[in-house]
């Protein structure tokens, strides 16, 4: 991939790279820092890189070219961590991935490998149960809506039994986080009740994280969901198909009430997405009632927090409630989860074609 910038672009990035520098500097040193030099540079070899003797932090250009925004940030947390390490703990008799390093990146929930995007390791547990719900999804795929039906209450059931079971055995699961979705300038409603369904019903947490985009010089926001390994498959799945299955359900609702325009395509997909949500909400009423209950992990909210120290919580106004709305409402309540997939391949925790 081409990894050259225009001057101008380049200025642009860097500038971001400072701004996102101060703001973690701010929300998890506490201001311990001072700004070092902050450099784009073509290696490969290195994605970040702390140099003490000139006090610079190298962020490597086709990182933030071919990554995603998520990923640069950690590499640049993990570069902090090396600066306060040496100029705060004065650990410069240890190796640069030593005691005083680990020990900080411990604390503040920052990826501590030496190499590679940051994130979790896999997990050959979290693949098996993936893959058991992929074949009740596929069962879903049944022309008889009985039957689709109950595969997909079946894969419901069996990933909250899959989540209460690791609460009770206290197993200790890697979290980790992922983007969902192509960053965005404007988050519409139906991303948002997208998002409310993903955090309330699939065993994750969600919230909108700023991003940039470094190739157009524009900053936007993207879904950025916490959880294990399994649970950020089958969120990552779930926000594909249900975007995918949204999308179609316009066009056939445009086709078949002859509407020439996308006015009122917005209003409908909230709609898509708050009749889904309602149907959800009935099949965990029917888990409550046979003792299925959950409560949020302990343990990822405590992963959570450590990304995200200070969270707002900010209220939007939903689209107006108009035919349009009604009809997308109806259609999402017949939604029926399925497996659009030929395979039950699992790759970088998505769901996909064998």
Same mark, same amino acid.
């Given at each position: ?20 520098? $101060?703001?973690? &500097? ?23 890189? $702390? ?17 995603? $925004?998520?990923?640069?940030? =950690? ?53 098996? @149960? ?10 879903? =795929?049944?022309? *008889?809506?009985? =039957? !689709?039906?109950?595969?997909? !209450? ?8 899959? *989540?209460? /079971? ?6 200790? %699961? &890697? ?23 993903? +955090? ?30 399994? &649970? ?29 325009? *996308? ?26 009632? =046979? +003792? ?20 707002? *919580?900010?209220?939007?106004? +939903?689209?107006?409630?108009? /035919? ?7 259609? +999402?309540?017949? @939604? ?5 997939? /030929?395979?039950?391949?699992?790759? %970088? ?6």
């Amino acid at each position: 991939m081409e990894t050259e910038l225009t001057a101008a672009l380049e200025r642009a990035l860097v500038r971001q790279l400072r701004g996102v520098w $101060w703001q973690v &500097n701010q929300s998890y040193f506490k201001e311990a820092l001072k700004p070092p030099t902050i450099e784009l540079v073509t290696s490969r070899a290195h994605l970040g890189r $702390w140099v003490r003797d000139t006090r610079t932090i190298e962020i490597s250009r086709p990182l933030v070219l071919e990554q995603p $925004w998520g990923s640069v940030t =950690e590499v640049l947390k993990h570069e902090m961590a090396h600066q306060y390490a040496h100029e705060v703990l004065d650990a410069v008799d240890e190796t640069s991935h030593g005691p005083a390093f680990r020990g900080v990146c411990g604390r503040l929930g920052i990826d501590a490998r030496a190499a590679g995007v940051p994130g979790a390791p896999r997990d050959e547990a979290s693949d098996r @149960i993936v893959e058991r719900i992929a074949k009740l999804l596929a069962l879903a =795929e049944s022309s *008889n809506q009985h =039957e !689709a039906e109950a595969a997909m !209450a079946a894969a419901q059931k069996l990933m909250l039994k899959h *989540n209460l /079971e690791a609460r009770a055995h206290e197993a200790t %699961r &890697n979290y980790r986080f992922e983007h969902l979705g192509k960053p965005t300038g404007r988050v519409t409603e139906s991303e948002r009740i997208l998002a409310m369904i993903l +955090g309330k019903f699939f065993f994750v947490e969600v919230i909108w994280v700023p991003v940039y985009r470094a190739a157009e010089g524009k900053r936007g926001s993207v879904l950025e969901v916490c959880g294990a390994d399994s &649970n950020l498959a089958i969120a990552s799945y779930v926000h594909g198909f249900l975007t995918d299955t949204a999308d179609r359900l316009w066009r056939d609702h445009r086709r078949s009430h002859a509407i020439a325009s *996308n006015r009122d395509r917005r209003t409908y997909l909230a709609g898509v997405m708050t009749g889904f949500a309602e149907r959800l909400a009935r099949q965990s009423a029917v888990h409550r009632d =046979e +003792g299925l209950v959950w409560v949020k992990d302990g343990d990822l909210g405590k992963y959570y927090r450590l990304r995200h120290p200070y969270v707002r *919580n900010v209220r939007h106004s +939903g689209t107006r409630r108009t /035919e349009a709305y009604a009809h997308g409402r109806e259609a +999402g309540r017949q @939604i029926v989860l399925r497996r659009a997939v /030929e395979a039950a391949a699992v790759t %970088r925790g998505r769901l996909l074609k064998g």
